[in-house]
Nanobody
């Protein structure tokens, strides 16, 4: 399984970005795809997740601003980020976990920088 993340960049506060993470290698039934982020000197935190069954969760810090979605046919998960704040600056990582086995894969990070 390979995960390819894209869509990061530099944006001003209040702006928007959309991250994509494409998974390849096999089918992804009974799985969850998640976005994490890690700011310099801080731990990697969960941002949002979506299961193959459609269950969604968000961290409190992004609720109402970020939207996660999933295209099953393309095995791709998206993170639409609106009303970005400087504190959203981090490297964003996508993650795929098979819910039955717990097997987990990570994509490479994509940098998101929000200027004030």
């Amino acid at each position: 399984v390979q995960l390819q993340a894209s869509g990061g960049g530099l944006v001003q506060a209040g702006g928007s970005l959309r991250l994509s993470c494409a998974a390849s290698g096999r089918t992804f039934a009974r799985s969850a795809m998640r976005w994490f982020r890690q700011a310099p000197g801080k731990q990697r935190d969960l941002v949002a997740g979506i299961t193959s069954g459609g269950s969604i969760n968000y961290s409190d810090s992004v609720k109402g601003r970020f939207t996660i979605s999933r295209d099953g046919a393309k095995n791709t998960v998206y993170l639409q980020m609106n009303s970005l704040k400087p504190e959203d600056t981090a490297v964003y990582y996508c993650n795929l976990q098979f819910l039955v086995t717990g097997l987990t894969y990570w994509g490479q990070g994509t940098q998101v920088t929000v200027s004030s």
